[in-house]
């Protein structure tokens, strides 16, 4: 048999570009995926007790962006959401990001947004220029509410400082001097109505899409016949980490399943300053599931196992930089997605781009 498209890897990227190019092209596609599921790691399923979870962490939807929520939507019916986190400060559970209930909850103040407007500039260390994610908080907050909220935790995360790493990583989260407790401010926020895996046998149910999994491509690719590759896998695996590999973090999760209903006020508590673990997620909370009882998972970051986070600091995407200009040079091969962009990116962005790739693929 042989196939217009041979796609490696399962997740967003992979599906969406299955799907466009087998309704739109008509073309015939197969996706070749190691693990034992569709999905990469938005996938979730329904455990023991019968609890959807997400298999590798807390997988939060939300976009701007019009065209991937209209395009999504096609597919599956959704459950509007707010997303809410607590971090575990000082023996209190406050809000998180920093918001004026953060403040005056931890500090026993009773500022109201224009005094902690005024609070903050005058506890804030101006920088010249944003160098880092270090910089990027204490120019914010200061250094007090740095190392409460900040400092440890992203050493536990990535196993560096976070003046070692690159501002858009704590970038990824604001500070509010209002009381809005939403973890992000995105006018779509919302979870897939019957899960994400729902979704994607959704998007992949089409008589021009195969699906070959528990099978890595280079076992098979002597076997198969087709005329353009899309790759999502990690970049410096692809050329055999010839320039030297690529570090990617990842976690280990460890979940727990209790008799009652909920045991969290929200989905998601973050752990800065205690425990080995960064943070608890409930996702009952988010996926609207009603059930007598919970699942908790706790996330423990590791250096080995599955690449999970690709690492932003200059050095890592110099390397980058070197596998990127080898594989501008491969006219039959499209690097797309989280590992094959080595980018710190969302469910949301990873979808746009691939649907921004899919209207460059020669049609
Ligand atoms: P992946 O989902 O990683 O898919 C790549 C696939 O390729 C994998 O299934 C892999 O098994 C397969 N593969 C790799 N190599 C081979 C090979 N040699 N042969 C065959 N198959 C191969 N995004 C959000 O928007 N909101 C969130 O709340 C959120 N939370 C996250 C929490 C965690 C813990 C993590 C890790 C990510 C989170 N993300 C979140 C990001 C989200 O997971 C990604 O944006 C998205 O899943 C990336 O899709 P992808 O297809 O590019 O990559
Ligand atoms: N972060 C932090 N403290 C927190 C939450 C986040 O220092 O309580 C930092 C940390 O470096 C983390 C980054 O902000 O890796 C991005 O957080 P996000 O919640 O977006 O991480 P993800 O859900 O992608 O793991």
């Known amino acids: 048999m042989k196939y217009d498209y041979l796609i490696v890897g399962a997740g967003f990227s992979g599906c969406v ?27 979730d399923y329904y455990n023991e007790s019968g609890i959807l979870v997400h298999k590798y962490g807390p997988h939060y939807f939300r976009t701007n962006n019009q065209a991937v929520w209209d395009y999504l939507s096609r597919f599956t019916p959704w459950h509007p959401v707010q997303y809410r986190i607590l971090a575990f400060v000082d ?40 160098k880092n994610s270090e910089d990027v908080i204490v120019s914010q907050v200061g250094r007090d ?3 409460k909220f900040f400092k440890n935790y ?20 604001p500070v509010r001097t209002n009381r809005d407790p939403r973890y992000f401010g995105d006018v779509y926020q919302a979870m897939p109505k019957f899960g994400y895996s729902w979704l994607f046998r959704r998007m992949t149910d089409h008589p021009n899409i195969q699906v070959l999994l528990q ?6 690719l002597d076997d198969l016949r087709f005329d353009h590759l899309i790759y999502t896998g990690p970049i410096d695996l692809f050329f055999d980490g010839m320039y030297g590999e690529l570090p990617y973090r990842s976690l280990r999760f ?22 080995d673990f960064t943070r608890i997620v409930e996702i009952k909370h ?26 932003p600091k200059a050095e890592n995407e110099a ?22 962009q080595y980018r710190y990116l969302n469910m949301d962005q990873v979808v746009a781009n691939s649907l921004q790739l899919f209207e460059t693929l020669s049609s």
């Open 17 to 43: 570009l299955a799907e466009r190019l087998a309704s739109q092209r008509d073309r015939r596609v197969l996706i070749v995926e190691k693990r034992n599921h569709i999905g990469g790691n938005a996938c």
């Open 91 to 130: 023996g209190q559970l406050v809000p998180f990001p920093i918001n004026l209930d953060t403040v005056n909850g931890l500090f026993g103040t009773r500022y109201d947004s224009a005094g902690l407007d005024k609070y903050f500039k005058q506890i804030r260390s101006r920088k010249k220029q944003v």
């Open 154 to 173: 992203t050493k536990k995360q990535w196993d560096l400082w976070p003046g070692e790493l690159d501002p858009s990583v704590c970038k990824r989260i």
């Open 319 to 340: 390397l980058y930089r070197k596998y990127h200009r080898e594989a501008k040079k491969l006219k039959q091969v499209s690097f797309i997605g989280r590992l094959a």
């Open 145 to 147: 509410l740095y190392e």
């Open 286 to 311: 988010v996926t609207g599931q009603r059930h007598p009882q919970t699942t908790l998972v706790r996330e423990y970051p590791t250096a080995e196992g599955e690449p999970y986070y690709p690492i």
């Open 215 to 220: 099978t890595d491509y280079r076992d098979v």
């Open 254 to 275: 460890e979940h727990e399943t209790r008799d009652v209903e909920f045991v969290q006020p929200v989905s998601q508590v973050n752990y800065p300053n205690d425990y």
